[in-house]
């Protein structure tokens, strides 16, 4: 009999294993108490792959479910079969799925049906609107449901949890990852790899970050977004925006009909992470309809833009790191001129804190996995924001 518990690790899209990357390496730091176990989906193959070796981690197992003009059915159909007879052959004691994703449904759902038990990264985020965001919120609400541990980012969170009927006992206040991950980043990168970004020139200007590519915001939506950036621009000839370009049909079709000849807008390929985060760090603002950049370009002091109709995020809202702009062309035009035009305001944004974390949420994890299966007696602290 082993004395250590396997833990199986379960990604495939590029937020997902951003935010697992941190809780991987601490799992590995532990061998002593823990067997650590990768499983890539690749839900989102090149963004996946990109990230492991940024982070420098192997996949123990490659699903590899992705397929071109993929859709939710797909990746469920492929993803549970697949996962089926990865968890037969490792027999994990735990596995851990992180957020909203697909990948996390399926990783979930599948241990469920072998009645292994399940922790949930990231758990606890509502805008309580099932359809906003499309899949997420169900999708991180049904995660939730069969998990047997809730890793919450932070006191709200786990309220949310709390409010529906999970025991207490079984939520363990982390921090979110993503924070140890963009920091942990920030401190080793060194200069950019995309070409177009090496060029940039950045001299007496100031520089924009947007980033578009919500199933709930194509169409309309993403119009009225492409409009407002070009809104913008006009309004601030010392404005420079960089516009990673998501690599859906639906999404790059609008924004390079819209954006692609506007002065002063980069539209580049989507970029390593290494590269997003070194946009983050030069930024005066960023304006994003991303979960992840709501949480991360806080930790450099740069406000943002909320540029959905919901956030799961208040705790940036109530800290002043975020502003819901919604998907109205002249709100977010206001909006966005209100923080451009105001020293004041760009000030008061930028000192707000970080709520989401502090760069210990991985470390804080694996402990409450230790705590949950009696290696560690003392249940760890939970995170507060300074």
Do not use: W
């Not at 518990?5 to 997902?16: H, Q, Y």
Request: overall charge negative.
């Amino acid at each position: 009999m082993r004395n250590t518990k396997k833990v199986m690790s379960v990604f495939g899209t590029r937020p997902d294993t951003i935010k697992l990357a941190p809780v991987v390496l601490e799992l590995n730091n532990r061998p002593e108490f823990v067997h650590s176990v990768t499983v890539g989906t690749a839900q989102h193959r090149e963004m996946m792959d990109q990230v492991l070796d940024v982070f420098g981690i192997r996949a123990d197992y490659d699903l590899g479910i992705m397929q071109e003009d993929q859709t939710l059915f797909d990746i469920v159909e492929r993803g549970l079969p697949r996962m089926k007879a990865v968890l037969e052959a490792e027999r994990p004691d735990l596995v851990l799925v992180h957020g909203d994703t697909s990948t996390a449904f399926v990783g979930a759902l599948s241990a469920f049906y072998m009645q292994i038990p399940v922790g949930h990264v990231e758990a606890g985020l509502r805008t309580d609107c099932r359809y906003d965001p499309f899949p997420e919120e169900m999708n991180r609400r049904l995660v939730g449901t069969i998990a047997e541990l809730h890793f919450a980012p932070t006191a709200q969170y786990r309220a949310n949890l709390i409010r529906e009927n999970v025991d207490s006992n079984r939520i363990y206040v982390t921090g979110n990852t993503v924070v140890d991950a963009v920091l942990a980043t920030a401190a080793t990168r060194t200069q950019f790899e995309n070409p177009v970004l090496q060029k940039m020139d950045l001299s007496g200007r100031r520089l924009v970050l947007v980033t578009a590519h919500r199933r709930e915001n194509i169409g309309e939506p993403l119009k009225n977004i492409c409009g407002a950036v070009a809104d913008v621009l006009r309004l601030h000839p010392d404005l420079v925006a960089v516009m990673p370009v998501h690599p859906n049909p639906r999404v790059r079709s609008v924004v390079t009909a819209m954006l692609g000849s506007v002065d002063r807008c980069l539209l580049v390929e989507p970029l390593s992470y290494p590269d997003m985060v070194g946009l983050m760090e030069r930024s005066y603002l960023v304006m994003s309809d991303s979960g992840g950049l709501q949480e991360e370009a806080p930790a450099f002091g740069v406000p943002v833009l909320v540029l959905r109709r919901t956030t799961e995020r208040p705790e940036g809202i109530e800290a002043g790191t975020l502003r819901l702009a919604g998907v109205d062309r002249a709100t977010i035009v206001e909006m966005a001129c209100a923080i451009l035009d105001s020293p004041d305001q760009h000030e008061a944004m930028s000192r707000a804190r970080n709520p989401f974390g502090d760069g210990r949420a991985s470390v804080r994890t694996v402990d409450a996995i230790m705590h949950y299966f009696g290696m560690l007696p003392k249940r760890p602290n939970d995170f507060m924001p300074a």
